[in-house]
T-cell receptor
Framework: GENVEQHPSTLSVQEGDSAVIKCTYSDSASNYFPWYKQELGKGPQLIIDIRSNVGEKKDQRIAVTLNKTAKHFSLHITETQPEDSAVYFCAASRTNDMRFGAGTRLTVKP | GAGVSQTPSNKVTEKGKYVELRCDPISGHTALYWYRQSLGQGPEFLIYFQGTGAADDSGLPNDRFFAVRPEGSVSTLKIQRTERGDSAVYLC???????????FGQGTRLTVV
């Protein structure tokens, strides 16, 4: 089955700096790659997603890149703000099930 | 409601007891997923429904776990003979179909004592 690895497990940046989180996946047939943000006591919330026919997608301060050949994808957050502090999860999906990475705890220091 | 609703939000049960966790998906969403999240970990896939049928139950850890969705809307996750290792947050998500945006509920925190 699909295996998703995520790095780093923790990331601390200064407000205004950029943050990058990277994931790799094992199943070359995976075709949908969402990123979720989870705040304490809440369920994961989708922040951006990308499909395998696209290499890059951007939404304001958030961007995701996908390299199908290398089977890795990354989340980029620019101009970070304290409210970006949360746990971020990547996921990969081929058919019915999304497999999640272990998460990255992002802390943005004011 | 506007989002995925899960009840109860918290459940404490004794080892060996039976529990039911409920999920009300977003109206019109045909796909429904159950995940389990342990502290400090990513959500772990349990089961996927498309309509009323369990299209993929490969993530259920053993036969103590069972889930139903009899009318293609509300789903119930059932755990028999609970064990302390079952303690986790159980998340439900729904979407219009596979590989589309999935919306998660707040989860049910299950504690087995």
């Amino acid at each position: 089955g699909e295996n998703v690895e995520q790095h780093p497990s923790t990331l601390s940046v200064q407000e205004g700096d950029s943050a990058v989180i990277k994931c790799t996946y094992s199943d070359s047939a995976s075709n949908y790659f969402p990123w979720y943000k989870q705040e304490l006591g809440k369920g994961p919330q989708l922040i951006i997603d990308i499909r395998s026919n696209v290499g890059e997608k951007k939404d304001q301060r958030i961007a995701v890149t996908l390299n199908k050949t290398a089977k890795h994808f990354s989340l980029h957050i620019t101009e970070t703000q304290p409210e970006d502090s949360a746990v971020y999860f990547c996921a990969a999906s081929r058919t019915n099930d999304m497999r999640f990475g272990a998460g990255t705890r992002l802390t943005v220091k004011p | 409601g506007a989002g995925v609703s899960q009840t109860p939000s918290n459940k404490v049960t004794e080892k060996g007891k039976y529990v039911e966790l409920r999920c009300d998906p977003i109206s019109g969403h045909t796909a429904l997923y159950w995940y389990r999240q342990s502290l400090g970990q990513g959500p772990e896939f349990l089961i996927y429904f498309q309509g009323t049928g369990a299209a993929d139950d490969s993530g259920l850890p053993n036969d103590r776990f069972f889930a139903v969705r009899p009318e293609g809307s509300v789903s119930t996750l059932k755990i028999q003979r609970t064990e302390r290792g079952d303690s986790a947050v159980y998340l439900c998500a729904s979407s219009y179909g596979k590989s589309t945006e999935a919306f998660f509920g707040q989860g049910t925190r299950l504690t087995v004592v």
